[in-house]
């Protein structure tokens, strides 16, 4: 049985990745260099500290611990600008409306992100009151592929690991699904997520039906 389901934010409730991406493209752009749209995938659901080493090392980069820290809060405060303006209207098609069905549903709802802002995206879009718990980058020591934000999302909502569902647009994110043994939703192309139990394109493909058969 299913009680609780457990979401990504970035690329499965708002279109962030977009925002993610560009802000980190211009960073490398900066210093002088660029990376792929595949090499992009592997920052999906990773933590911004992880993701500048991994963009400096594609570039053959070294920067000090300092030098990093530096990067890393000027690409946030691009993408902060960018998400402050975020409207209800940017919630991804048939997201809201899935929460509602799930919480209609009985079942229980968590944020499972890598992300620390995610406070500020859920206030900007609106969805805040639709989340039971909420586990995100402020509060996990251990990034995607890793389960611990998960395991954190389940015990909040006082359910068992085996009876959440996760839905995620991130191959580090499905791999932190099946890690805690968790049910998992792909949100996004099945070449890509080819280790989901299930890939849609979005949470407006889905109705809590298709939950029991997972
Ligand atoms: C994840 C995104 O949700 O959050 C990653 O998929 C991002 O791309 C990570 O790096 C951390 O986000 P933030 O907002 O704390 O920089
Ligand atoms: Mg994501």
């Known amino acids: 049985d299913i009680k609780a389901c457990l979401f990504d934010l970035d690329g499965v409730i708002v279109d962030t990745a977009v925002y993610h991406y560009r802000a980190w493209k211009r960073l490398a752009n900066e210093l002088g260099f660029d990376f792929t749209e595949e090499e992009n995938e592997k920052l999906k659901g990773v933590s911004r500290v992880r993701s500048l080493e991994l963009i400096l090392e594609w570039a053959g980069i070294t ?36 929460l509602e069905e799930v919480r209609a549903a009985g079942m229980k709802t968590a944020l499972g992100s890598a992300s620390k802002n ?48 996760v839905f995620e647009d991130a191959v580090a ?42």
């Open 63 to 98: 920067k000090t611990e300092e030098e990093r820290a530096e990067l890393a809060a000027r690409k946030n405060s691009w993408y902060v600008d960018m998400i402050s303006s975020m409207q209800p209207e940017e919630v991804l098609p048939g997201a809201r409306e899935f």
């Open 118 to 165: 995610s406070g500020l995206i859920l206030e900007r879009t609106g969805l805040l009151s639709l989340f039971d718990a909420i586990v995100d980058g402020n509060s996990v020591t251990a990034s995607k592929p890793d389960p611990q934000v998960f395991l954190k999302g389940a015990e909040a909502l006082n359910t068992a690991p085996h009876q959440c569902v």
């Open 173 to 214: 994110g499905i791999e932190a699904a099946k890690a805690g043994g968790m049910k998992v939703v792909g949100v996004g192309s099945p070449e890509i997520l080819h280790d989901a139990d299930l890939v849609v394109k979005g949470l407006y493909e889905l109705s809590t039906d298709l939950l029991y058969h997972l």
